[in-house]
């Protein structure tokens, strides 16, 4: 949100918990493996966890600020489907909300000029083409602007959906952190240190990948793939595009990741190295959205700002 400029007065059912306490990464990444210099990489974590949020919370999965002037988002292609069912029929399926961030509560989304939210909608439903699953809808918006003549009651329900693309309502605490790179190491570079990562394991009991990177929901960072990196050239200019956000079905519920307040009361907290940290089993069932994406896996959102409209694509793996 711009110096100076105050959000309207919307209606709040929960805002984000704040910055979560975090375990700092146990060891000098660039130092111990030099090669990486200058790969770090500022990200935002999320962590979902189930609420009720309103529409004018950042969230996963909760009620959009939605301009009255502006129809809800409807897919109407003939090929989405259930898993292993046939097309649904010719009735289009109203999209559902995934993400509504606000700039307040991400300080470094960098939005584009004159908005200061982002939301993010998607088709409930598997499609034949599996990169176009979910056929994702990206908004940027001013929030002055919106509010000033928001919609009214609730949006339409999708008439059917397969759980997998369809969030719970969950707040999100946005916690900026480090990461370093896993699938994205440049080339050859995984192969030369593999020997170097066994002998960290060996000695100090952890893994590289489970302490410099996180395969979570989050702003920034490196793509949570699960598969090999698939990078989307901008198809206006041919640059190669900027990771805006990740969606994973995947949330830290052990190690490094998770959050200091979340870890199991009954572990010597002391004693307990933070990568071996389990979480409370009392708080397990608010973790995440609840949404498997396929087979545990995500969707990654990335945009060109070298183009003046600031274009947006997507990759889904599983």
């Known amino acids: 949100m711009p110096p100076g400029h105050m959000q309207p007065d919307i209606p709040h059912q929960a ?48 009620p959009l600020l939605w301009p009255a002037g ?13 898993p292993l069912d046939a097309p649904v029929g010719p009735d289009p399926v109203a999209m559902v909300p995934v993400v509504q961030l606000y700039a307040g509560d991400v300080p470094d989304l960098v939005f584009p000029a004159g908005t200061d939210l982002l939301q993010i909608l998607w088709c409930p439903l598997v499609h034949e083409d599996d990169q176009d699953t979910a056929k994702p809808r990206l908004h940027w918006r001013s929030t002055a602007l919106t509010a000033a003549d928001a919609a ?23 916690t900026p952190a480090v990461e370093y790179p896993n699938w994205d190491l440049p080339d050859g570079l995984s192969e030369r240190l593999g020997e170097r990562f066994e002998a960290l394991q060996e000695e100090r009991g952890f893994d590289y990948f489970e302490v410099a990177t996180t395969q979570q929901s989050k702003v920034g960072g490196y793509p949570s793939w699960t598969q ?4 989307p050239d901008c198809a206006g200019c041919g640059t190669r595009m900027e990771h805006l956000l990740s969606v994973t079905a995947t949330e830290a519920g052990m ?27 009392a708080a397990l069932a608010a973790f995440g959205h609840h949404m498997d994406l396929g087979d545990l896996g995500g969707m990654y959102f990335f945009v060109c700002r070298t183009c003046r409209d600031t274009p947006y694509t997507h990759r889904y793996d599983c």
């Open 70 to 82: 502006e129809s809800w988002p409807m897919c109407a292609e003939p090929d989405h489907c259930k």
């Open 15 to 62: 805002r984000p918990t704040g910055p979560r306490p975090l375990a700092p990464i146990p060891f000098d990444v660039e130092s111990v493996f030099p090669e990486l210099a200058g790969t770090a990489r500022e990200v935002t974590l999320l962590y979902p966890r189930a609420g009720q949020p309103g529409p004018g919370d950042s969230s996963i999965g909760g």
């Open 228 to 231: 090999p990196p698939n990078w």
């Open 152 to 174: 009214e009651g609730q949006p339409p329900r999708p008439h059917t959906a397969d759980e997998d693309f369809l969030p719970r309502p969950c707040t999100v605490s946005p």
């Open 255 to 281: 190690g490094r990741w998770l959050p200091l307040d979340e870890r199991n009361p009954s572990q010597d907290q002391v004693a307990t190295p933070s990568w071996r940290a389990e979480a409370d089993p």
